[in-house]
Nanobody, 119 residues
Framework: VQLQASGGGSVRAGGSLTLSCVTSGSIFSIVGMGWYRQGAGQQRELVARISDRGTTTYAESVKGRFTISMHDTKNGAYLQMNSLRPEDTDVYYC??????????????WGQGTLVTVSS
């Protein structure tokens, strides 16, 4: 199973970006997906998560500005980021948790996508 993330880029403060993450490869029954971010020399931190039932969790710093949602096909997730701030600048990573074809619970990470917000 692979995760492919896209949608990063550069915007001015107050702007918006939408990140997308999609799974591919072998069968993977997703139970939850999330977006994390990590700055240079920093620990990776949770931005938002969503369960297969639609339950969402957000970091306090992004509540009211970011929205996570599942793809209609349930094989990926979006992160809609509005009112971006310079402190949102980071590399964003997608994560998926679920059951693979061998009925083994796994967590998979995608490659990072850089978000840069200028003031």
């Amino acid at each position: 199973v692979q995760l492919q993330a896209s949608g990063g880029g550069s915007v001015r403060a107050g702007g918006s970006l939408t990140l997308s993450c999609v799974t591919s490869g072998s069968i993977f029954s997703i139970v939850g997906m999330g977006w994390y971010r990590q700055g240079a020399g920093q620990q990776r931190e949770l931005v938002a998560r969503i369960s297969d039932r639609g339950t969402t969790t957000y970091a306090e710093s992004v509540k009211g500005r970011f929205t996570i949602s599942m793809h209609d096909t349930k094989n990926g997730a979006y992160l809609q980021m509005n009112s971006l701030r310079p402190e949102d600048t980071d590399v964003y990573y997608c994560n998926a948790a679920g059951w693979d074809a061998a009925n083994k619970y796994r967590e998979v990470w995608g490659q990072g996508t850089l978000v840069t917000v200028s003031s």
